[in-house]
């Protein structure tokens, strides 16, 4: 319905250019026209209602005077006492008898003198009545006339009895001129109303429009002003501010990334630059495949680098992952078998038939990071452990992945800190171990990307990390 409106109003404009270029363009404008247009018909439509409704009524009580009337006297007329017919009261104007042949049987004062009214068609015998208007007998107003036929001693007769149509008519003047005035001071207050209400409440609007118009990407502290009327307007300045402030947070980070990246990457291209110089200036061949040597693993350090800020910028945009339903544990074994001669042996008690939906690519990367951490800082050996949760009432089943090692361990106030990009905790040890910080922080947003959780959790000795994905519902 909405829509076929829509299309007949652009039709419309299409069509006249001189209506498109009439039609209010501004909401304070469109409102106002609208609430006047509205207003303006059912104004219209209630006058010829209350003008129609009151003529019907005034008309209905003439009729029912002058039946009484003609009524009264047909009666007296029917029994041969015509004679003892009163003069018609205030409400009748006049009375007229007229005999079949067409004399005036009896008449009213003010009708002396005036030819008889048509008689009634002879195939009409008993008493029936017919109503119609005739123009003024007497005086400058209509009249309602009843026709009554009657049978008399001397044969059929017919009463016209006529009631004034004079109050009706100055009631109808009156009502009329009422409206004329009323009408058009009611839907100018109604406009003028609708003018001043639609721009109280359009001024907030307005004001958050200036403020967003004046917020560059150099000042996003600043916020709009929330009105205090709690309504629809506060409300839309209330969830602004809160894209505002996303896009603040956001800026901080992406300007926070840049420099961290910055930063490590400038490291490892500085020692490669050494290192090359002092290749190109010592002239021994045989301390060339040691600086060279040095050159590639600063060379494999920044594809590392350069690997995971294309999987952070790849994450930060939120690009589609296709997701099947995949063997958790197999998926981890399968991780664990590539890492044969590792430093650090890792052990595994993985559940069989956990099921989650996932990409295989990514959920392996979160498994690979894992392991990498892991081993970083432990002593002797990686524990990793599947299992699954839940299922009971209304918590879904989950299955949980720990990895735990036997390093030092993460202190309590620095287990969400670990997840941040580009953080150590032991700042000269991982660079000595060739990590940059990213490796949690990658897979923490993998995790969120597949719909579960990554935490650091309280262990026996060493870090516990803690991955949690929902498993895959089946019907």
Not at 193 to 200: F, I, M, P, S
Not at 228 to 243: I, K, P, Q, W
Not at 419 to 427: G, K, N, Q, S
Request: charged share 25%.
């Amino acid at each position: 319905m909405r829509d076929g409106l829509r299309s007949l109003r652009g039709a419309a404009l299409g069509r006249w250019p001189a209506l498109r270029r009439l039609w209010p363009t501004t909401v304070r404008a469109r409102a106002t026209v609208g609430a006047g247009l509205v207003v303006a018909a059912a104004l219209a439509l209630a006058s010829f209602a209350l003008l129609g409704l009151l003529e019907a009524n005034l008309l209905r009580n003439a009729e029912n005077d002058a039946r009484r009337q003609a009524e009264t006297v047909a009666q007296l007329a029917a029994t041969g006492r015509l004679g003892r017919a009163r003069p018609p009261g205030r409400a009748v104007e006049f009375v007229q008898v007229v005999s079949a042949d067409g004399r005036v049987l009896f008449s009213s004062p003010n009708l002396i003198g005036v030819p008889a009214f048509p008689p009634a068609p002879p195939e009409t015998p008993g008493t029936r009545m017919h109503t119609w208007r005739v123009r003024p007998v007497d005086g400058d107003h209509r009249q309602r006339v009843v026709q009554v036929v009657t049978q008399t001693p001397d044969g059929p007769a017919t009463v016209y009895a006529g009631a004034s149509l004079r109050d009706a008519d100055a009631a109808d003047d009156t009502t009329t001129a009422a409206l004329v005035i009323g009408m058009p001071l009611l839907l100018a207050t109604v406009v003028l109303v609708t003018w001043r209400v639609t721009g109280h409440a359009l001024r907030p609007v307005e004001a958050i429009r200036a403020e967003v118009a004046e917020i560059s990407d150099r000042d996003l502290h600043r916020r709009v002003p929330v009105p205090a009327t709690r309504d629809e307007v506060a409300r839309l300045a209330e969830t602004m501010n809160a894209t505002l402030d996303r896009l603040e947070a956001s800026g901080i980070r992406q300007r926070q990334f840049i420099a961290d990246a910055s930063h490590e990457l400038r490291s490892p291209i500085t020692v490669l630059r050494t290192q090359l110089e002092v290749a190109l200036a010592v002239r021994d061949p045989e301390l060339w495949p040691e600086l060279i040597g040095g050159a590639l693993e600063d060379v494999e350090r920044l594809q590392r680098l350069a690997a995971d800020l294309l999987l952070l910028a790849r994450i930060d945009a939120a690009q589609p992952v296709t997701a099947v339903p995949l063997d958790l544990g197999a998926l981890v074994r399968e991780v664990l078998d590539d890492r044969l001669g590792d430093r650090v042996p890792v052990r595994v008690d993985l559940a069989a038939d956990v099921e989650v939906t996932a990409g295989a690519l990514w959920l392996g990367r979160v498994v690979t990071n894992l392991v990498d951490n892991a081993q970083r800082y432990a002593v002797r050996g990686v524990d990793v452990t599947l299992r699954t949760t839940g299922g009971g009432g209304a918590v879904p089943h989950t299955a949980v992945l720990e990895v735990v090692d036997d390093g030092p361990g993460i202190p309590g106030a620095d287990r969400e800190r670990v997840f941040e990009r580009f953080t150590r905790l032991d700042d000269s040890r991982s660079r000595d171990h060739g990590g940059a910080g990213l490796g949690l922080a990658i897979a923490r947003d993998l995790s969120a990307h597949h719909g579960g959780t990554l935490t650091a959790e309280d262990g026996a000795g060493g870090a516990r990390l803690v991955l949690r994905l929902p498993l895959t519902q089946r019907p």
